[in-house]
């Protein structure tokens, strides 16, 4: 008998009030270069980071780049959008 796995998705801490998220959609036109660089020089990612990101984002059509008040996101969502990359804050 073949047991089927499954796939529980990664729990996040417990939402603090107030709190958001920032949200990398995955697209089909800016290179992983970009997306990297932007994501250090916008939100403040090492290399590193910027890079898991990226991929993440590109195989699971999404992630979450940055947690905090709306104020503090605003800004970054605003500079990502204006770069050209597909964001949302939650």
Same mark, same amino acid.
């Given at each position: ?24 959609? @995955? $697209? @089909?036109? @800016? ?5 990297? $660089? ?7 990612? $090492? ?30 969502? $605003? ?12």
């Amino acid at each position: 008998m073949v047991k089927e796995k499954v796939k529980t998705g990664r729990k996040r801490g417990p939402k603090i009030p107030g709190s958001h998220d920032l949200f990398l959609f @995955n $697209d @089909n036109f @800016n290179t992983f270069e970009f997306v990297i $660089d932007t994501l250090v020089e916008v939100c403040g990612h $090492d290399s590193i980071q910027a890079e898991q990101c990226a991929l993440v984002a590109h195989f699971k059509g999404k992630c979450v780049v940055k947690s905090g008040t709306l104020e503090e996101l605003k800004p970054i969502h $605003d500079e990502m959008t204006h770069r050209d990359l597909t964001v949302s804050i939650i």
